[in-house]
Nanobody
Framework: QVQLVESGGGLVQAGESLRLSCAAS????????MGWFRQAPGKEREFVAA????????YYAASVKGRFTISRDNAKNTVYLQMNSLKPEDTAVYYC???????????????????WGQGTQVTVSS
């Protein structure tokens, strides 16, 4: 079982940036596709971004494309989400998770391999 710990959230103003981190335990991290998800109050959890095991392929939800960048450092067992030009509608709890394959196929549909962590709160004020 891989454990996932998200960090880096906070309160920012619209237009500002944040970088989220997700630290994963386990020696098989580098073989898994990884993804970021978010859940706003009163809404279902939604897909944000995903990345292949090597970092060579990335995928984004339409709402964040061009503003968010997902990356990973397999040596550190960490995946990142750089969020620029933040908007109030980006306010949510952000979570990471994985898929037990090299490419994020099921992740794009919200199908994840492991239990959710506690997430990290991102609040964007207008």
């Amino acid at each position: 079982q891989v454990q996932l710990v998200e960090s880096g959230g906070g309160l920012v103003q619209a237009g500002e940036s944040l970088r989220l981190s997700c630290a994963a335990s386990g020696r098989t991290f580098s073989t898994y596709a990884m993804g970021w998800f978010r859940q706003a109050p009163g809404k279902e959890r939604e897909f944000v971004a995903a990345i292949s095991w090597s970092g060579g392929n990335t995928y984004y939800a339409a709402s964040v494309k061009g503003r968010f960048t997902i990356s990973r450092d397999n040596a550190k067992n960490t995946v990142y989400l750089q969020m620029n030009s933040l908007k109030p509608e980006d306010t949510a709890v952000y979570y990471c998770n994985a898929e037990r394959r090299s490419q994020p196929l099921r992740l794009l549909d919200g199908l994840v391999a492991f239990d959710w962590g506690q997430g990290t709160q991102v609040t964007v004020s207008s």
